[in-house]
């Protein structure tokens, strides 16, 4: 691994003087998890949320760094601010104010480089014009592009191409519910039309295919949501993460989820 750090420096997570409390996890456990990930990259991260939703975005966030890693790529920090690692947990601002991983993989001698991206807004794959911002994105290494004619202000405005726009997830702090559900195969088909029509390339690297990854457990109806969505595109729904997802993105169980490799589609 990459960083610009030599030395392993000491997280700046502190205790909260407010108490803070959730129906799924306590956000100590987040915040016991986020300084494992830290020290293993040798990471200071700032840490200014109060959100037990943030806590979880970015939980997912470094969930994903981990499927990368356990797919063989190197993983390596980019754009510190000020030597530490900032997540982009809104919409707002362009990326290059915070950090992000590239992955890197070799393939046939040819050195393929892709970023891992937050909040950061994607073109639509029907209308160049519209775009939204998924929370997690994995694009095409430097191709993100910053604009300052896309408001009626001259407020700069960040955004991947979709035709750089490799895959995504969205995370969702809620116990699953129908309309979550469908409102993200709207994205995926706005974003990733070829995955809705079941067209999509076949592709020699290992990529996660597009993905809900929401915190609350399911019931009977939302299983059954989750099999026929699952069945009918190359998409993951993921339930229970606050508990279960150190198991689904472990060594013995990541290969359950969905990818856009060529082995893997039916």
Not at 175 to 200: A, H, M, R, S, Y
Request: hydrophobic content about 30%.
């Amino acid at each position: 691994m990459s960083t610009e750090k030599e030395e392993k420096p000491k997280t700046t997570l502190k205790p909260k003087k407010e108490k803070m409390t959730s129906l799924f996890k306590d956000i100590k456990e987040f915040e016991e998890e986020l300084i494992l990930f830290s020290n293993k990259f040798k990471l200071t991260i700032v840490s200014h949320s109060k959100r037990i939703s943030d806590y979880f975005e970015i939980s997912c966030f470094n969930h994903l760094v981990k499927f990368y890693e356990l797919n063989g790529y190197t993983l390596i920090v980019e754009n510190l601010q000020n030597n530490q690692y900032r997540y982009k947990c809104t919409t707002m601002g362009i990326q290059s104010n915070f950090s992000n991983f590239v992955a890197q993989k070799k393939v046939k001698d040819k050195l393929e480089e892709f970023e891992i991206q937050h909040n950061l807004a994607v073109q639509s794959s029907h209308d160049k014009e519209l775009f939204t911002t998924p929370d997690i994105s994995i694009i095409n290494k430097g191709t993100v592009v910053v604009v300052d004619d896309y408001y009626e202000t001259k407020r700069k405005f960040s955004y991947v191409k979709n035709s750089d726009f490799i895959t995504f997830c969205e995370v969702k702090n809620f116990t699953p519910f129908p309309e979550l559900l469908f409102n993200f195969i709207g994205v995926v088909n706005e974003l990733q039309k070829d995955i809705i029509n079941n067209k999509t390339k076949k592709s020699q690297l290992t990529h996660l295919s597009p993905s809900l990854m929401i915190s609350g457990k399911p019931n009977k109806q939302t299983l059954r949501i989750k099999k026929s969505l699952e069945n009918r595109y190359r998409v993951n729904i993921i339930y229970d993460l606050f508990y279960s997802g150190t198991q689904t993105f472990s060594k013995s169980r990541f290969k359950n989820l969905k990818t856009t490799d060529e082995k893997t589609i039916a």
